[in-house]
């Protein structure tokens, strides 16, 4: 039988408990959640702070426009000393001509295959790319006048150009110094380039659309551009065309 007494005793030892156990904040002696360790005893590096910046995007990384998305990095329009701009979706475009270009570059093994690679290409949402001629590919030459667009090369995409290459080329269509352009490669100072740094880095051959006669059947060379040297010039024979780099224009 439990007397007054003993009920007493009973919510006078509660009481005590309560009031003692209110002395202690949960937040310091209670267990991680992820484990037993106290959370008063977790060393946490700055980085891993929970509920600190270093969880979240730097404020200078979010995109205004992005709606929320924390993820969108932006991304500001740069121009090149030489006019060419860069509108971070993949493409670049030449504010000397108005013309819109891959940044990037392609490799084609043949010359339907790379007018085949730019009518496909979606880079940037547009649909409308195609293989540059070696006139389109000429605005792209910095630092060399001799094989620029209006330099002392006569190369152009003529028929003059296209039915007799020998004919047409001139030692003006040699370029300049190798490895001497306007553009140095990132990090490797020694090595320049004659082509704008808005584009990745590649300086070698580049396939044009600009095609000549053929000599056999199968025979589907063009004119290029070498943009180590900025020169022009056409492969001898088939036989030394393995895969060369590409880079689309849009139509214009």
């Not at 106290?38 to 200078?60: C, K, N, R």
């Not at 819109?100 to 570059?105: A, G, N, P």
């Not at 605005?139 to 995409?157: F, K, M, N, R, W």
């Not at 020998?166 to 190798?178: F, L, Q, V």
Request: proline fraction near 7%.
């Amino acid at each position: 039988m439990v007397t007054c007494a003993t009920r007493l005793a009973l919510v006078l030892a509660l009481s005590t408990a309560w009031a003692c156990g209110s002395s202690s904040s949960a937040s310091d002696k209670g267990p991680d959640p992820l484990g037993d360790v106290p959370l008063s005893e977790i060393d946490y590096g700055q980085e891993d702070v929970p509920g600190t910046d270093a969880e979240l995007p730097l404020a200078d990384s979010l995109d205004p426009d992005a709606d929320g998305d924390a993820d969108v990095v932006p991304c500001t329009f740069v121009t090149s000393p030489q006019g060419f701009r860069d509108n971070c979706d993949g493409t670049v475009t030449d504010t000397n001509t108005g013309w819109t270009w891959e940044k990037s570059h392609q490799w084609a093994a043949s010359l339907d295959e790379a007018k085949k690679a730019c009518l496909s290409s979606r880079t940037g949402g547009f649909n409308d790319w195609l293989l540059p001629s070696i006139d389109d590919m000429r605005t792209l030459i910095l630092g060399c006048p001799a094989t620029q667009p209006t330099g002392e090369c006569p190369v152009h995409d003529l028929a003059s150009c296209t039915n007799n290459e020998t004919s047409c080329r001139a030692d003006s269509c040699n370029g300049c110094a190798t490895n001497q352009g306007p553009v140095e490669k990132p990090g490797d100072p020694t090595r320049k380039c004659y082509l704008d740094s808005s584009f990745d880095w590649y300086c070698n051959l580049y396939w044009s659309a600009t095609q000549v006669k053929a000599k056999t059947t199968g025979d589907k060379r063009s004119w290029y551009v070498t943009f180590y040297d900025a020169a022009i010039n056409v492969p001898p024979s088939m036989a030394q065309i393995d895969s060369w780099a590409m880079r689309c224009v849009r139509a214009h």
